[in-house]
């Protein structure tokens, strides 16, 4: 069985920063890929990063760029998502995803097999 534990939301206040981590257990394959999405209330769903660590390709979304850096540490099935520079406009739920056997994919991905629950990250002005 495969879970996704996100861990390291929080209150922040802007211009500061926060960590966030993704652990995956239970994938058979090395090769797979986590992405980082967030909810604000009242607002769709958006996708913040992506990492593979097929190939090590990473992306970001607009919105993030040159302030979220993405990293993985491969062996252990984490995830990390350094965010600097938070404004408000940063808060919300953040999730991340996750899926397997992504030796002949980059990022961006457009699918996910498996997500967590979330954590509430919470930029104040």
């Known amino acids: 069985e495969v879970h996704v534990v996100e861990s390291g939301g929080g209150l922040a206040q802007a211009g500061g920063s926060l960590r966030l981590s993704c652990a995956v257990s239970?994938?058979?394959?090395?090769?797979?890929?986590i992405g980082w999405f967030r909810q604000a209330p009242g607002k769709e769903r958006e996708a913040v990063s992506c990492?593979?660590?097929?190939?090590?390709?990473?992306s970001y979304g607009d919105s993030v760029k040159g302030r979220f850096t993405v990293s993985s540490d491969n062996d252990r099935y984490t995830a990390y998502l350094q965010m600097d520079s938070l404004k408000p406009e940063d808060t919300a739920v953040y999730f991340c995803a996750a899926i397997e056997d992504t030796a002949w994919f980059s990022c961006p991905l457009v699918k996910y097999d498996y997500w967590g629950q979330g954590t509430q990250v919470t930029v104040a002005s």
């Open positions: 239970g994938f058979r394959f090395a090769d797979y890929a």
């Open positions: 990492i593979n660590s097929s190939d090590g390709s990473t």
